[in-house]
């Protein structure tokens, strides 16, 4: 069973960055293509970005295009979603899970990020 860890959030400024961790308690990422997601208040779930195993970043939502990065490190054990110049619409939980349609892992406890006006 996969657990999945996310890390990094906080309360910032608009305008501020921030830098998401995600990790796999027991397991690294390798061979998997792997996407944030995030859920704001009274929204559903929405893939942020996704970052395919063989050739790196594939997919940003429109609204983070241009602002949002997404990474892995180099031993596949963490993937990261540096976030900049975020606006208050940008609140909401993030998540890491498998870029996928289909099958996902169990979700994580997420982690809080608040930008302030």
């Known amino acids: 069973q996969v657990q999945l860890e996310e890390s990094g959030g906080g309360l910032v400024q608009a305008g501020g960055s921030l830098r998401l961790s995600c990790g796999a308690s027991?397991?690294?990422?390798?061979?998997?293509?792997l996407g944030w997601y995030r859920q704001g208040p009274g929204k559903e779930r929405e893939l942020v970005a996704g970052v395919w195993y063989s050739h790196g970043p594939g997919y940003f939502v429109d609204s983070v295009k241009g602002r949002f990065t997404v990474s892995k490190d180099a031993a596949s054990t963490k993937m990261f979603l540096q976030m900049n110049d975020l606006k208050p619409e940008d609140t909401a939980t993030y998540y890491c899970?498998?870029?996928?349609?289909?099958?996902?892992?169990?979700w994580g406890q997420g982690t809080q990020v608040t930008v302030s006006s």
């Open positions: 027991g397991r690294t990422f390798d061979g998997y293509n």
């Open positions: 899970n498998l870029f996928s349609h289909g099958m996902l892992w169990d």
